[in-house]
């Protein structure tokens, strides 16, 4: 049987995979597994968070609903950043938060994901405990016993004032365009920006309910390169829909990613006695000229698998403050329980004012190899790791390439495809076999075939 979590909670079609009852059941499931019982006198309680997706506002309902009726009491926090519930569920005091959203994927899509006491991401043995409680008849609560549900009007208000408290310096002097992802961080990104001094404009800031992530944000850079060039900004930062991710611009229009910006915090914390165990924890998709740059600079590497819940895992374990992913999750644990791309962004942009220096030049501390990813999409990705022709012929480009460059093939933990990464020392010799590779995939795991 298929596990339904994810990689990063449960996704799917809104309205056909992820359905109402299913959001019901899950809720319900969650309100079993998560709150801690038998403690006179409370009541279970959890904060509902969702993205401006028009399918949020349906799945928020049955969230409530499954909830209140295993007598959890609710607060919902409207439509913010997945870190902020995950904040929010600590700063409430909450038993445990749920987020409604899809992350970077388009508007049908939708998803949910839950954090535990304290705001931090589930294990995967929690998850298959709610897995197996799901469809299971349970006697619903009645009387006083029935959750009661409340709306926090200040949720907003406590999470910008963390953000800002959270900066070692303030961001006066600094013209920075901010793209929101037409997402949950259009109300509050360029407000927070603000109120630590930058001068900013913002773009993708008018979710309509169907236009998150859609040629904007963090997986779609040129609307906010060319914001970035027209109005002489010093930075560009860039969001996904639930905004815990950053990528970034330079004012030259260059894209600074989320290695280069890990690259730069680790330097700016280790300088600052501030990087625990002198340590960055990072997955194997991250780029060869991160571990090059972390190794001259005498920090330690620490890689996981795919994931920023993998990432968090080896950060707790190892008690280090940074780490995250390629794609722009950045932890900083000092201040955050999971990813945070405003907090990201916000810090990256504390360097820059602090070193006084361009961010395209701050952002040479590494130097990154060519990288090129391709997606195969129609693919039976659970054959991956069985296929000897597919292991054969990673064996091979890993030997054609030898010490200067590498080969990742892994199924994503949250899209139907498979992803093939190549790093070589030439682009075109990244791209050439990259495509190879992506060939074998397709004929190999053709679903048609």
């Not at 809104?14 to 809720?27: I, M, V």
């Not at 019982?37 to 609903?65: T, W």
């Not at 006697?139 to 910008?160: L, N, P």
């Not at 944000?217 to 010093?234: F, I, K, Y």
Request: proline share 3%.
């Amino acid at each position: 049987m298929t596990r339904l979590f994810g990689t990063d909670g449960v996704r799917g079609l809104a309205g056909r995979d992820l359905t109402a009852g299913l959001t019901l059941e899950l809720a319900i499931a969650a309100a079993e597994v998560l709150p801690e019982r038998g403690i006179p006198g409370k009541r279970p309680r959890a904060v509902v968070g969702r993205d401006p997706r028009a399918s949020g506002e349906f799945l928020e309902a049955a969230v409530v609903a499954g909830l209140a009726s295993a007598g959890v009491d609710v607060i919902r926090l409207g439509v913010l950043p997945t870190p902020a519930v995950a904040f929010l569920t600590g700063e409430l005091d909450a038993d445990f938060g749920v987020m409604l959203s899809a992350s970077h994927n388009p508007a049908p899509d939708n998803g949910i994901k839950f954090f535990a006491r304290g705001g931090h991401k589930l294990s995967d043995e929690v998850e298959d405990e709610i897995e197996r409680r799901l469809g299971r008849t349970v006697a619903g609560a009645t009387g006083r016993d029935v959750g009661r549900v409340t709306d926090d009007t200040d949720s907003v208000e406590r999470y910008i004032t963390h953000l800002v408290n959270s900066l070692p310096n303030r961001l006066d002097g600094l013209k920075v365009v901010v793209d929101c992802a037409n997402g949950a961080a259009a109300g509050i990104a360029p407000e927070a920006l603000r109120r630590a001094g930058a001068d900013v404009i913002a773009i993708g800031d008018k979710p309509d309910g169907f236009n998150i992530n859609e040629g904007c944000g963090s997986t779609n850079l040129d609307a906010l390169r060319a914001a970035v060039l027209e109005h002489g900004a010093d930075a560009g930062i860039a969001h996904d829909g639930d905004a815990d991710r950053c990528q970034a611009v330079a004012a030259d229009g260059s894209v600074v990613d989320g290695d280069q910006i890990m690259a730069v915090l680790a330097l700016e914390l280790y300088e600052a006695n501030a990087l625990h165990n002198n340590t960055l924890v990072v997955t194997v998709m991250s780029n060869l000229g991160l571990k090059l740059a972390m190794k001259e600079a005498g920090i330690t590497l620490v890689e996981t698998q795919v994931g920023d819940r993998y990432v968090l895992e080896a950060m707790r374990a190892g008690s280090y403050s940074l780490g995250g992913e390629q794609s722009g999750h950045i932890i900083l644990l000092d201040h955050a329980t999971t990813g945070d791309g405003l907090l990201t962004g916000m810090h990256l942009l504390a360097a820059v004012n602090r070193r006084g220096v361009a961010l395209a030049e701050l952002a040479k501390v590494m130097n990154r190899l060519p990288q090129v990813l391709v997606n195969v999409s129609g693919v039976d990705k659970t054959r991956v790791a069985t296929s000897e022709r597919i292991a054969a012929e990673v064996a091979a480009a890993e030997a054609e390439l030898g010490d200067s460059g590498r080969v990742l093939l892994r199924p994503s933990g949250t899209e139907p495809i498979v992803r093939v990464m190549v790093e070589a020392t030439s682009q075109d010799r990244a791209q050439a076999i990259a495509d190879r590779l992506a060939d074998v995939v397709r004929d190999e795991l053709s679903i048609n075939a």
